[in-house]
């Protein structure tokens, strides 16, 4: 009923720029809903790495960032279009990882909203920096 999806990964150099997309959709029955959307990010190839938060946007929409990516990558979010950009600039090696999207209802538990507790997940973008 809700579904998340990432875009936008690859390869570059070190000190290169990328773009990360990701758009909720939904069923018509949250077609109010709007999102809080985060980015994660995983190792590539370690499923045992736990995924690290790097930067979210809240109702309020206020933007947080890891200390690794704040200064570097900017997020971006349309609560309209349920989307959710992330700008990645002066990649380094260590941003290498599966990125992954995150969306937690705004207000679950209201009848336009899936119920409260619930996220959503998208199956990640790869991104690979080379030095």
């Known amino acids: 009923q809700v579904q998340v999806v990432e875009s936008g990964g690859g390869s570059v150099e070190a000190g290169g720029s990328l773009r990360l997309s990701c758009k909720v959709s939904?069923?018509?029955?949250?077609?109010?809903?709007?999102?809080?959307m985060s980015w994660y990010r995983q190792v590539l190839g370690d499923e045992r790495d736990e995924r690290e938060f790097?930067?979210?946007?809240?109702?309020?929409?206020?933007?947080s960032y890891s200390d690794s990516v704040r200064g570097r990558f900017t997020i971006s979010q349309d609560n309209a279009k349920s989307t959710s950009d992330l700008l990645m600039s002066n990649l380094k090696p260590e941003d290498t990882a599966m990125y992954y999207c995150k969306a937690i209802p705004r207000y679950g538990g209201a009848w336009y909203c899936p119920p409260r507790g619930s996220d959503y997940w998208g199956k990640g973008t790869p991104v690979t920096i080379s030095s």
């Open positions: 939904v069923v018509s029955d949250y077609n109010y809903c709007t999102f809080d």
């Open positions: 790097v930067s979210g946007t809240d109702k309020d929409d206020r933007k």
